[in-house]
């Protein structure tokens, strides 16, 4: 027989328990309210997505891979192929509602293009857009793969590709970038913008206004005190990846020469790391080429 005092017990906490489950359900039901409340806009690419043409007859649609392997569109929409062209399955059913297609003709020249875009998934990570030139009736050959994210198409079918996902955690933390309230603060630079035409994709090349930006923000950002890196956790507060975001701009806007990057470096950053984070800009920069064939 229970005693008193453990009844009373019992009692307290069926008390307590009933009382937090009203507050869960109380504080579901005003997040539902907010949540539905707020419509969140639907980003440009994923409405391209999903309101381009389809095709009635995937199966019969034949892909040709970067590495020369054809494949129809039903199998390569249920799994990715690699930066080589080797096509890989789909390691969950998950991951089919991950990749979706569509035909444009991005270029203006009467002949649709074959665009397929998936999401990789993991923490900051990552979008692949893919594009597929026309070379028959029904067949379509690898172009051109774009990896980061944040990859915007805009209304004239241009892509604005950002290197947030590839210098996200550049001696800082993903979410860490540099702080500056003041009206002469730099102006933030991440991306650039690429153009198909004819079966190849460009980057638009820059103009003074945006080399003078880049030089005129690498002034201010290597104006600032010098923060010394720990050696076991080598972050600072955003302004090592800053510094990196204008270069890595500055490269793929102005010829992808990288001795005038290196010297446009050179001519800012004074810090006694230099060599460093010129070594680390240089791999992450390699690490973009591998993944994109732009």
């Known amino acids: 027989m229970r005693s008193v005092r453990g009844i009373y017990l019992l009692a307290i906490s069926l008390v307590s328990f009933l009382n937090l489950k009203a507050q869960v359900e109380d504080s579901a039901f005003v997040m539902y309210q907010k949540d539905s409340a707020i419509i969140p806009e639907t980003d440009p690419t994923t409405l391209f997505f999903q309101e381009g043409e389809k095709t009635t007859i995937p199966d019969k649609i034949l892909i040709v891979t970067k590495s020369r392997k054809t494949l129809p569109l039903t199998k390569l929409l249920k799994g990715i192929y690699t930066a080589t062209g080797q096509w890989v399955g789909a390691q969950t059913d ?23 875009y998936n999401y990789t998934g993991g923490a900051h990570c990552c979008d692949e857009i893919y594009i597929f030139k026309s070379i028959a009736a ?8 774009m990896f980061g994210g944040h990859t915007v198409i805009t209304s004239k079918k241009e892509f604005e590709f950002s290197f ?5 955690y550049f001696f800082t933390c993903f979410a860490c970038g540099f702080t500056d309230t003041t009206d002469g603060a730099p102006i933030y630079v991440d991306n650039i913008t690429l153009k ?22 690498l002034g201010k950002l290597c104006e600032q005190p010098y923060v010394k890196l720990d050696s076991e956790i080598p972050m600072d507060e955003g302004l090592r990846k800053e510094v990196a975001m204008n270069l890595v701009v500055y490269y793929y806007s102005f010829g992808r020469n990288l001795a005038a990057t290196q010297q446009l470096f050179n001519k800012y950053y004074k810090y006694p790391d230099a060599k460093k984070i010129w070594t680390a800009f240089t791999k992450n920069l390699l690490y973009i080429k591998q993944d994109n064939d732009f």
């Open 94 to 116: 998950s991951m089919d509602s991950y990749i979706e297609y569509t035909f444009a003709d991005l270029d203006n020249d009467g002949k649709k293009e074959l665009l397929i």
């Open 138 to 145: 029904n067949k379509y050959q690898h172009v051109v793969k």
């Open 164 to 168: 947030t996902e590839s210098f996200g």
């Open 196 to 217: 198909y035409n004819k079966g190849k994709v460009t980057v638009l090349p820059g103009d003074a206004e945006l080399k003078s930006v880049i030089n005129d923000n």
